[in-house]
Protein backbone atom coordinates (compact mmCIF):
# COMPACT_ATOMS: atom_id res chain seq x y z
CA UNK A 1 0.00 0.00 0.00
CA UNK A 2 2.71 2.12 1.14
CA UNK A 3 4.40 2.14 -2.62
CA UNK A 4 1.07 2.19 -4.37
CA UNK A 5 0.51 5.52 -2.65
CA UNK A 6 3.97 6.77 -3.52
CA UNK A 7 3.38 5.63 -7.09
CA UNK A 8 0.16 7.05 -7.18
CA UNK A 9 1.48 10.17 -5.94
CA UNK A 10 4.00 10.38 -9.03
CA UNK A 11 0.42 9.70 -11.14
CA UNK A 12 -1.09 12.93 -9.99
CA UNK A 13 1.49 14.82 -10.65
CA UNK A 14 1.23 14.06 -14.41
CA UNK A 15 -2.40 14.69 -13.93
CA UNK A 16 -1.36 18.13 -12.42
CA UNK A 17 0.58 18.77 -15.18
CA UNK A 18 -2.50 17.78 -17.91
CA UNK A 19 -4.38 20.18 -16.09
CA UNK A 20 -2.03 23.09 -16.27
CA UNK A 21 -2.22 22.26 -19.93
CA UNK A 22 -5.95 22.27 -20.23
CA UNK A 23 -5.72 18.69 -20.66
CA UNK A 24 -8.59 16.47 -18.75
CA UNK A 25 -6.21 15.68 -15.78
CA UNK A 26 -5.01 12.51 -16.08
CA UNK A 27 -2.02 10.87 -14.96
CA UNK A 28 0.15 7.47 -15.64
CA UNK A 29 3.35 5.59 -14.39
CA UNK A 30 4.38 2.13 -15.46
CA UNK A 31 6.09 0.56 -12.89
CA UNK A 32 8.35 -2.47 -13.34
CA UNK A 33 10.91 -4.13 -10.69
CA UNK A 34 10.27 -1.04 -8.13
CA UNK A 35 11.05 1.59 -11.05
CA UNK A 36 9.25 4.09 -12.81
CA UNK A 37 9.67 3.08 -16.90
CA UNK A 38 6.96 5.25 -18.48
CA UNK A 39 4.88 8.09 -17.40
CA UNK A 40 2.57 10.24 -19.44
CA UNK A 41 -0.77 12.69 -18.96
CA UNK A 42 -3.42 13.23 -21.46
CA UNK A 43 -2.25 14.49 -24.89
CA UNK A 44 -5.77 14.79 -26.72
CA UNK A 45 -6.10 18.53 -26.91
CA UNK A 46 -2.37 18.85 -27.70
CA UNK A 47 -2.29 16.60 -30.13
CA UNK A 48 -6.19 16.42 -31.65
CA UNK A 49 -5.94 12.82 -31.09
CA UNK A 50 -9.04 11.13 -28.94
CA UNK A 51 -6.89 8.25 -28.69
CA UNK A 52 -3.89 10.06 -26.78
CA UNK A 53 -4.96 9.47 -22.85
CA UNK A 54 -2.51 9.17 -20.72
CA UNK A 55 -2.60 5.39 -20.69
CA UNK A 56 -2.00 4.54 -24.09
CA UNK A 57 0.83 7.26 -23.81
CA UNK A 58 2.12 5.30 -21.25
CA UNK A 59 1.67 1.86 -22.52
CA UNK A 60 3.25 3.20 -25.94
CA UNK A 61 6.70 4.71 -23.90
CA UNK A 62 6.82 1.40 -21.72
CA UNK A 63 6.57 -0.97 -24.71
CA UNK A 64 9.59 0.95 -26.09
CA UNK A 65 11.26 1.02 -23.01
CA UNK A 66 11.08 -2.37 -22.56
CA UNK A 67 11.32 -3.35 -26.20
CA UNK A 68 8.51 -5.39 -26.57
CA UNK A 69 4.67 -5.06 -26.84
CA UNK A 70 3.51 -6.35 -23.37
CA UNK A 71 3.91 -5.28 -20.01
CA UNK A 72 4.30 -8.81 -18.38
CA UNK A 73 5.52 -7.95 -14.85
CA UNK A 74 4.35 -4.29 -14.73
CA UNK A 75 2.06 -2.27 -12.67
CA UNK A 76 0.49 0.90 -14.13
CA UNK A 77 -0.85 3.60 -11.40
CA UNK A 78 -3.99 5.72 -13.50
CA UNK A 79 -5.35 8.79 -11.58
CA UNK A 80 -8.61 7.92 -12.78
CA UNK A 81 -10.61 4.90 -14.25
CA UNK A 82 -9.47 3.69 -17.99
CA UNK A 83 -12.29 3.98 -20.42
CA UNK A 84 -13.27 1.03 -22.33
CA UNK A 85 -10.55 2.03 -25.05
CA UNK A 86 -7.78 1.83 -22.18
CA UNK A 87 -8.92 -1.49 -21.08
CA UNK A 88 -8.37 -3.03 -24.15
CA UNK A 89 -5.18 -1.52 -24.94
CA UNK A 90 -4.43 -3.06 -21.36
CA UNK A 91 -6.08 -6.01 -22.02
CA UNK A 92 -3.76 -6.45 -25.56
CA UNK A 93 -0.56 -5.81 -23.52
CA UNK A 94 -1.37 -8.44 -21.07
CA UNK A 95 -0.78 -5.36 -17.96
CA UNK A 96 0.01 -7.58 -14.90
CA UNK A 97 -1.10 -5.24 -12.13
CA UNK A 98 -3.76 -2.19 -12.86
CA UNK A 99 -3.51 0.67 -9.41
CA UNK A 100 -6.17 3.50 -10.10
CA UNK A 101 -6.99 6.43 -8.24
CA UNK A 102 -10.80 7.65 -8.81
CA UNK A 103 -13.48 5.44 -10.47
CA UNK A 104 -14.98 6.88 -13.45
CA UNK A 105 -18.98 6.23 -13.07
CA UNK A 106 -19.56 7.74 -16.60
CA UNK A 107 -16.82 6.37 -19.08
CA UNK A 108 -15.14 4.12 -17.27
CA UNK A 109 -14.36 0.42 -19.01
CA UNK A 110 -16.66 -1.57 -15.64
CA UNK A 111 -19.80 0.63 -16.79
CA UNK A 112 -18.61 0.70 -20.20
CA UNK A 113 -18.40 -2.89 -21.01
CA UNK A 114 -14.66 -3.13 -21.50
CA UNK A 115 -12.37 -5.87 -20.06
CA UNK A 116 -9.20 -6.22 -18.61
CA UNK A 117 -7.25 -9.45 -19.23
CA UNK A 118 -7.98 -12.12 -16.64
CA UNK A 119 -4.42 -12.21 -14.96
CA UNK A 120 -4.41 -8.47 -14.17
CA UNK A 121 -4.32 -7.77 -10.46
CA UNK A 122 -6.63 -4.54 -9.88
CA UNK A 123 -6.16 -2.26 -7.16
CA UNK A 124 -9.05 0.50 -6.68
CA UNK A 125 -9.47 3.62 -4.39
CA UNK A 126 -5.77 4.53 -4.02
CA UNK A 127 -5.59 8.09 -3.47
CA UNK A 128 -9.26 8.57 -4.94
CA UNK A 129 -10.07 11.58 -3.10
CA UNK A 130 -6.92 13.30 -4.47
CA UNK A 131 -7.49 12.51 -7.93
CA UNK A 132 -11.73 12.76 -7.70
CA UNK A 133 -10.95 16.42 -6.52
CA UNK A 134 -8.81 17.10 -9.07
CA UNK A 135 -11.14 16.36 -12.11
CA UNK A 136 -13.87 18.05 -10.45
CA UNK A 137 -11.47 20.85 -10.26
CA UNK A 138 -10.98 21.30 -14.05
CA UNK A 139 -14.19 20.63 -14.79
CA UNK A 140 -15.98 23.29 -12.42
CA UNK A 141 -13.31 25.60 -14.50
CA UNK A 142 -14.56 24.99 -17.77
CA UNK A 143 -18.45 25.91 -16.87
Known amino acids: MENDEYFMDIALNEALTAFE ?8 V ?3 DGRIIARAH ?5 LND ?12 AASYLG ?10 ITLEPCAMCAG ?5 QLSRLVY ?10 VMGGLLHPKTEITTGIKAN ?5 IKQFFMKKR
Open 30 to 32: VVA
Open 42 to 46: NLTER
Open 21 to 28: EGEVPVGA
Open 101 to 110: GAADLHRGYN
Open 68 to 77: GKYLKGCTMY
Open 50 to 61: VTAHAEMQAITM
Open 130 to 134: ECTEL
Open 89 to 93: ALYWS
